[in-house]
């Protein structure tokens, strides 16, 4: 009813204004009839009158048409954008609209969008019960987790951590001389922690350990890995690898018809341990091998004295302080070594059995990956190798003494290959590193083997002798003078095989991922894909903001806060954040205190931004960086580059743009009116840590409503940005 | 003509012991008490049998032994190493530098007698 009073009202109004028209037009017409001369008024008169009652006449239904549009096209689409945007999350109502028309609409909406969340609301309130018991698991998970004296990290194949433990965070995000520089976190690489050369080759003994038994009964076999490794603070973890199974994974890791999809690192800090071993070895070291001479003295003495009685009296009184002389050193070696030893009794092993094959293989492509850094390339061949020949050694303290080695005739000798061989030779293992050609003397070897090891940014402070010794080998060098050839040879004691020890297969079970694991990396592809037609949902952001002394970077402001926090797996990572002062070396403007509160007084002392950035370019490794209007943050880095030698060249997306590609139609594009519109609850403003929090939380609502416009690669998102970025550059 | 044979080794204590034993064999006895001084005995002496401890100072075994197999002029010099280290990869490093016959310590005197009798003899 209402709407035709409305329609009759407006048939009304445009019938009075045409007859005003008319009504006007007429007068003007019979104005000039009453007279035929054209009366009192000229033509000129006529025409000008003609054309100000068109101007006013077109004036006035511009004036209709545009505050019609703004009722009946505008103000519909602006709604159509707010309810696009309330959809995709519940709880959200339309705001109240100014005409009667789009009120109704909009309560009529809202009716829908209530309906829809009771509707929700009881799917989830179901879902929470069935979830109820698996919690527990999980939360019994967690606190066995949490409990561990051990660091637990578990990877898919591509390296990526999906879960770890607290003890794991504290033992491998500590730096050299106990910085903390977060080298751990949920979707990161583990090669930022332990070198990739290690752990890809324990994965490669565990595929080859882990396999179907062709028996009767086929029994499932898992097979598991062990290494010992330094961490980047330097201390040494021995680490149990064991695989992971799941249904789909890469071609050719099967077992028992499942596939590896990755694996459980269980690290033991055993630097204290090694180090009392390393003391308890010295020690039954220097009772064995420093009873041996007195003893041989000892038994000559006593022999030629039983031997040879006819000797002379001062003969024999020689013979006899001999054994005196013996007797009580021996003794006193043995009172010494029986205290020191009284405080080292348990026992741990850091070496371990690896088949002679697998460790010249890993030895030969470390070489051959760290001696074609430079110029000149360095070729490995392995030959002779005997294939079922076990070793019980410290693999990587080998690994680096071999690759050392022939660095350094590399660098030193410009040796363009050098070769590999192990061999039986009765009960030792004969290991060799061979090269033609090339001079090096005796001398030179020997200080090789007994300088600390460098290669290249790595040092060790153990020399390859200690390294050797350790294994219980011995090293030399040795020259064929025919053939030209010159070797270092290392024999070590040769092991059995190890036993496989069946293992049940147990699945990890689904449900809600608290927040630092997460099992749905394992779905992710490898690193090696450009970044660019990967879906936005899959990849990893770092979300971040800064304060700054000013707004003009290339005037001479500076940052003093940078905040940021990371995205895995379209969560946002409250525990992983970067939060840190920067002192400007420059004083605050009044205006910038207003904005952001922070003083002078608090950034005195703090880091400086050349320090800062390389641990802030750390933290976003591998992944996508994301700001409200990121251009102005990423200018403030990016005039930083040659001061603190780390270039931001990581992809970039910027919310404020994105909402500009969402909702074309709004007036503003601040964060808070974007977080208000899309339902994020806005605290701790104008601290960086704050607005990053905020962004992400922003950046996370868009997700849905990018997809739904067809927005779902990182590609499609920038590309979109930049259109609008061009688009709004021309307003 | 007598064999010559030189001791080289710091423990006096075995050089006694030894020194007594081949000299009652009648063997011609040189002593050296390291390392350098056995190289340069063997220079200028040109004894048929070098019997050479590992641990010296100023020049460990290994090291003399090298430098002996290096001396074209010294080739029919016989070297038995006597250690004080009993590991098979350390006899294994003194074979593989060119010594012809290994005693680990202690070691039985007749053992050592049958020893420096057969390199003597071939």
């Keep these: 009813m209402k709407a035709t009073r409305q329609l009759y009202r407006a048939a009304a109004l445009a019938g009075l204004f045409v007859l005003a028209v008319v009504i006007a037009a007429t007068a003007l017409m ?137 003890r794991a965070k504290q033992e491998l995000s500590a730096g050299p001389a106990g910085s903390n520089v977060e080298l751990l976190g949920l979707g990161r690489s583990i090669y930022t922690v332990f070198d990739r050369a290690l752990i890809e080759h324990a994965l490669e003994r565990l595929q080859s350990a882990s396999r179907d038994e062709p028996g009767v009964d086929r029994k499932k076999l898992l097979g598991s890995a062990q290494f ?139 070489i051959a990956e760290c001696g074609n850094s430079g110029q000149q390339r360095l070729a490995v061949k392995p030959e002779h190798i005997d294939e079922g020949l076990w070793l019980r050694v410290d693999t990587f303290g080998l690994l680096q003494a071999l690759s050392y080695l022939a660095l350094r005739l590399q660098d030193e000798y410009e040796v363009r290959e050098v070769r590999l061989s192990l061999q039986r030779s009765g009960h030792l293992a004969q290991l060799d590193l061979y090269w033609t050609g090339t001079f090096l003397n005796n001398e030179a070897a020997m200080i090789w083997l007994q300088d600390p090891m460098n290669i290249g940014s790595e040092s060790s402070p153990l020399s390859v002798v200690d390294v050797i010794e350790r294994c219980n080998g011995e090293i030399w060098f040795q020259r064929e003078r025919v053939s030209h050839r010159a070797f270092f040879r290392t024999m070590l004691p040769a092991a059995e095989a190890p036993k496989d020890l069946p293992r049940a297969i147990v699945s990890a079970a689904e449900g809600e991922r608290p927040e630092f694991y997460d099992f749905d990396i394992f779905h992710w592809s490898g690193g090696s894909h450009e970044l660019d037609d990967r879906p936005l ?128 139609n709004q007036n503003t594009h601040r964060l808070e009116a974007i977080a208000e519109r899309l339902g994020v609850s806005v605290f701790g403003r104008h601290t960086a840590l704050g607005d990053a929090m905020v962004t992400g939380e922003v950046f996370l609502k868009m997700l849905p409503l990018l997809a739904e416009m067809g927005i779902t690669t990182l590609r499609q998102a920038r590309e979109a940005s930049e259109r609008t970025f061009h688009a709004r550059l021309r307003y | 003509m007598s064999k010559k044979i030189l001791i080289a080794d710091d423990e006096q ?89 290994y005693m680990t310590k202690p070691f039985s005197t007749k053992e050592l007698l049958a020893e420096v009798r057969k390199l003597l003899e071939t």
């Excluded at chain 1, 068109?54 to 019609?68: K, M």
């Excluded at chain 1, 499942?258 to 690192?265: E, K």
């Excluded at chain 1, 070291?285 to 039983?306: H, K």
């Excluded at chain 1, 904005?595 to 005195?604: D, F, K, M």
């Design chain 1, 30 to 166: 019979w104005a000039t009839e009453a007279d035929g001369s054209g009366g009192g008024w000229s033509a000129e008169a006529r025409i000008f009158t003609l054309v100000l009652l068109t101007l006013i006449a077109s004036g006035g239904a511009y004036r209709v048409i545009a505050g019609w549009y703004a009722r009946y096209v505008n103000a519909p689409l602006r709604m159509a954008e707010d309810l696009a945007a309330v959809t995709t999350h519940s709880g959200l109502r339309l705001p109240e609209a100014a005409t009667p028309e789009l009120r109704a609409l909009g309560q009529a909406a809202n009716h829908l969008l209530a309906a829809r969340d009771a509707l929700e609301h009881d799917v989830a309130e179901r879902e929470r019960e069935a979830r109820a018991s698996l919690e527990e698991e999980r939360s019994r998970l967690a606190a066995l987790m949490a409990d561990l004296s051990q660091s637990v990290v578990v990877c898919n194949l591509d390296g990526r951590v999906l879960l770890y433990n607290q």
């Design chain 1, 537 to 664: 949902a899959e990849l990893s952001y770092t979300v971040f903001d800064t304060e700054t002394t000013g707004l003009e970077p290339s005037a001479g402001d500076e940052i003093i806060q940078i905040g940021a926090t990371r995205i895995v797996n379209r969560r946002l990572l409250r525990h992983e954040c970067f939060d840190q002062l920067v002192d400007p070396k420059r004083p605050l403007s009044q205006q910038s205190i207003k904005v952001h509160g922070i003083t002078r007084e608090v950034l005195s002392g703090q880091p400086v931004i050349a320090t800062v950035l390389p641990t802030f370019h750390a933290f976003c490794a591998d992944t996508v960086l994301v700001g409200h209007n990121a251009a102005f943050d990423m200018r403030f880095l990016q005039m930083k580059e040659r001061q603190s030698g780390v270039r931001f060249d990581h992809p970039v997306l910027d919310t404020l743009l994105l909402s500009a590609v969402l909702q074309p």
């Design chain 1, 228 to 366: 010992v490794t330094a961490t980047r603070a330097g201390r040494l973890m021995r680490a149990h690898m064991s695989p992971v199974l799941g249904r789909d994974g890469q071609p050719g890791a099967q077992v028992a018809g499942r596939s590896i999809t990755g694996f459980v690192l269980v690290l033991d800090d055993v630097t204290s341990t090694n180090e009392r071993h390393a003391r308890r070895d010295a020690l039954i070291q220097s009772l064995i091998e420093g009873g041996r001479g007195p003893l041989g003295s000892l038994r000559a003495a006593a022999e030629m004295l039983s031997d040879f009685s006819d000797m002379q009296a001062q003969q024999r009184d020689r013979f006899l302080g001999v054994i005196r002389d013996e007797a009580s050193a021996l003794s006193a070696q043995f009172e010494a070594a029986a205290a020191a030893f009284s405080n080292d009794l348990r026992e741990r092993w850091l070496l371990e059995e690896i088949l002679g094959a697998e460790l010249i293989e890993v030895v030969a492509r470390r």
């Design chain 2, 13 to 101: 204590n075995i050089v006694i012991s030894i020194d007594f034993l081949l000299r009652r064999e009648g063997f011609e006895v040189l002593v050296a008490g390291d390392g350098e001084e056995a190289l340069a005995k063997v220079r200028a002496e040109k004894p048929d049998l070098v019997l050479l401890d590992v641990m010296m100072p100023k020049m460990n075994g290994f090291d003399v032994c090298q430098a002996l197999r290096a001396d074209p002029e010294l080739s029919a010099t016989r070297i038995l190493m006597l250690t004080a280290k009993g590991r098979d990869t350390e006899v294994s490093k003194g074979l593989g530098l060119g010594a012809d016959g």
